[in-house]
């Protein structure tokens, strides 16, 4: 007998079904993966300066903003501290006003993001440039040659190029639906801080915004 209409509707329907319900679930654990894809795919554009790539998965205005804020603060706070009774504070703020556009132009770039990934966030020195992280860094056999006659800044340079004893230990999740922070920390009782995603559509992340005051 042929089979009836109403009976291979019957018969598709549940397999109909069970392909909406594979789809939604794919979705969703995509939807869930995304930022972590994201962070992955920008940690090795910036490792291998892929300047492209960076610029796809980076939001720099709005990176910029968040660096020129937590480095005022970062700068404010150490000004504070080390200030009470100290006539030259004020030149001390003067100064280090003056350090933060600098600070920021460096580390708004395919660089500086390379940096923050490794765990080498500003730190608000005077004549700061991200510093080589491990992965870009030039061989030993190559040292970058010092700067005749400026031995402070080749200390500064120094300084600002040492790459990290370790690795850091880091943590990622969700914090809010739109929202995504990756923290780092060299070890226990060490400064931390910490890298924001911000979603921009349904599925895409770009680096947002950095928190030094973790």
């Known amino acids: 007998m042929p089979v009836s209409t109403r009976t291979r509707r019957s018969a598709i329907r549940p397999l109909i079904v069970t392909l909406i319900v594979i789809a939604v679930i794919a979705a969703l654990g995509f939807g869930y993966a995304s930022p972590y894809m994201a962070l992955n795919n920008l940690k090795r554009a910036a490792d291998a300066r892929d300047v492209q790539t960076v610029n796809e998965y980076v939001d720099f205005p709005a990176l910029r903003e968040s660096l020129k804020q937590q480095v005022t603060g970062l700068l404010t706070r150490r000004i504070e501290a080390h200030g009470n009774g100290?006539?030259?504070?004020?030149?001390?703020?003067?100064?280090?006003?003056?350090?933060?556009?600098?600070?920021?132009?460096?580390?708004?770039t395919p660089d500086?993001?390379?940096?923050?990934?490794?765990?080498?966030?500003?730190?608000?020195?005077?004549?700061?440039?991200?510093?080589?992280?491990?992965?870009?860094?030039?061989?030993?056999?190559?040292?970058?040659?010092?700067?005749?006659?400026?031995?402070?800044?080749?200390?500064?340079?120094?300084?600002?190029?040492?790459?990290?004893?370790?690795?850091?230990?880091?943590?990622?999740?969700?914090?809010?639906?739109?929202?995504?922070?990756?923290?780092?920390?060299?070890?226990?009782?060490?400064?931390?801080?910490?890298?924001?995603?911000?979603?921009?559509?349904?599925?895409?992340?770009?680096?947002?915004?950095?928190?030094?005051?973790?």
């Open 86 to 108: 100290n006539p030259f504070a004020a030149i001390g703020a003067m100064i280090g006003v003056a350090l933060i556009g600098p600070l920021v132009d460096a580390y708004a």
């Open 112 to 214: 500086g993001v390379a940096a923050l990934l490794n765990g080498m966030p500003p730190r608000g020195n005077p004549g700061e440039r991200p510093p080589v992280p491990p992965a870009a860094a030039a061989p030993a056999s190559e040292p970058a040659p010092p700067v005749a006659g400026n031995t402070a800044n080749g200390a500064a340079n120094s300084e600002n190029n040492a790459t990290p004893p370790q690795p850091p230990q880091t943590t990622a999740g969700y914090r809010g639906l739109n929202e995504f922070v990756v923290t780092y920390q060299h070890g226990t009782g060490d400064a931390r801080y910490s890298a924001i995603l911000r979603r921009e559509g349904l599925f895409t992340w770009k680096l947002a915004a950095v928190n030094l005051n973790e």
